[in-house]
C-alpha cells in the first residue's frame, strides 16, 4: 500500500516478530486489511498517518488500523457496514459491508468502529477469537 500512498503518507505498522495465534482465511482476512488501508488513504486526500496494533485481550486477538483522514460523522457510524455505504464519489459502497461479512461469517469475528472524529480521523479494531 506505500506504493500507492503519497510521500506525505507515514504508515506506522508492528513489527512482525510480535507470534499471535488465530484461524484465519489469509486471502479473505487480507482482503479486509487492503480494504481499510484503501479506504484510510482515501479519507487522508495524500497525506497523514495509518496505524496498526495487534494485541490480545482475554480470548481474541484485537486488530487496530487509525488514520489521520476525514473522520466518519457520529449520525453514519451506524450505517457504515451496511451495503451502499459510501463518503467517496467513486465505488459503490461494498467494502465495509463484504469485510463485516469476512470477520462474522468465515472468522467468527468482529469488526467495529472505534472511534471517529470528523477531520480528526477513525480507528476500526477487527476482534479475533485465539485459536
Known sequence: MQRRASRKTVFDFPSPDQKMEVKLNSPLFA??????LRNALDAMDGKGKISASV?????FVCVEISDTGKGIPSNKLKTVFEPG????KRGWG????????I??????GR?????SVVGGGTT????LPKG
Open 31 to 36: 482482503w479486509v486489511i487492503e480494504n481499510l
Open 55 to 59: 494485541m490480545e485481550e482475554d480470548k
Open 85 to 88: 455505504f459510501t463518503t467517496k
Open 94 to 101: 461494498l467494502g465495509l459491508s463484504l469485510a463485516k461479512r
Open 103 to 108: 470477520i462474522e461469517s468465515y472468522h467468527s
Open 111 to 115: 469488526i467495529f468502529v472505534k472511534s
Open 124 to 127: 476500526f479494531v477487527i476482534k
